[in-house]
C-alpha cells in the first residue's frame, strides 16, 4: 500500500501509454499515443503554484493561498508533467504544466465551493477514514487555458488517486491506479457541465489505457 506521498513519488519517471477514446455522443473510437515524463515539484513550485488565481476564481475563495509550505512542503505532494500525444490519424500535441495537491486538512478555513456536486461515479463516502480528500491546482488546464483548480481523492488501500476539474462547459474525472511499480491504470471520464447545481450526468467522452513505466 502506497501512502499518500510515496504515490506521487512513484510517479515520478518516464511513463508510456496506448489510450483508446470513446465519444459516446456519435460512436466514434480513437486511439493515442503518449510519452509523460514527470518530476516532483520544489517548495518554491510549490509556493508558486499556490500564487496563482484559477481561471474561475475557485482557488481565491477556498483559502488555499493561505497554505504556507516552508516548514514541511512534503504534505502538499505535486509534479511537473511534459507529456507529448500523437493520434492514429496523426495529430500531435505537446503540454507541460504543473500541478499541486493540497489535502483539506491544510486549509485553514472550509472553503464555500463554487462546484456542482461531482459525478455520481466520482463520489465518495465522507466517513471513508482512509480516504485524503482535497484540492488539486495547475499552472495550466487541459481542455481550457489558464490555471485551473479541481477536486481530488486518493484511496491508499487502492493507490488509487482521482481528480475531477470542473471546465467552463465540461466535467472531467481521471483516475490513476497504480498496480504494479511499473504499470498503472488511467481512465479519463468527461461530462457536459449542467447548467444547474446538480451532478453531471451527460458523458460526452470515455477514455482508457494502460500506461508502463520505464526504467
Not at 488565481?53 to 482557488?59: G, L, V
Amino acid at each position: 500500500m502506497l501512502s499518500f506521498q510515496d504515490f506521487f513519488a512513484a510517479c515520478t519517471g518516464f511513463w508510456t501509454t496506448e489510450r483508446t477514446y470513446h465519444s459516446t455522443l456519435n460512436g466514434e473510437v480513437e486511439r493515442s499515443y503518449t510519452e509523460f515524463r514527470v518530476s516532483s515539484l520544489t517548495a518554491a513550485e510549490k509556493q508558486q503554484i499556490l500564487a496563482v488565481p484559477s481561471s474561475d476564481a475557485t482557488a481565491q475563495t477556498t483559502g488555499i493561498g493561505a497554505v504556507k509550505l516552508a516548514d514541511d512542503d512534503t504534505r502538499c505532494p505535486g509534479f511537473a508533467i511534459a507529456f507529448d500525444t500523437r493520434s492514429e490519424k496523426g495529430e500531435q500535441v505537446s503540454m507541460r504544466l504543473k500541478a499541486l495537491f493540497v489535502p483539506d486538512t491544510l486549509i485553514q478555513t472550509p472553503p464555500p465551493l463554487d462546484m456542482p456536486p461531482p459525478p455520481l461515479a466520482a463520489q465518495v463516502v465522507a466517513a471513508a477514514t482512509e480516504t485524503i480528500q482535497g484540492f488539486y491546482l495547475r499552472d495550466e488546464g487541459y481542455s481550457e487555458a489558464g490555471a485551473i483548480a479541481g477536486r481530488f481523492t486518493y484511496q491508499p488501500t487502492r493507490q488509487t488517486l482521482e481528480m475531477t476539474t470542473y471546465y467552463r462547459r465540461s466535467v472531467a474525472v481521471d483516475q490513476m491506479r497504480i498496480i504494479a511499480p511499473d504499470l498503472r491504470l488511467r481512465t479519463i471520464v468527461t461530462y457536459q457541465r449542467p447548467a444547474t447545481n446538480e451532478p453531471p450526468s451527460i458523458i460526452d467522452l470515455v477514455g482508457f489505457g494502460v500506461e508502463r513505466k520505464s526504467a
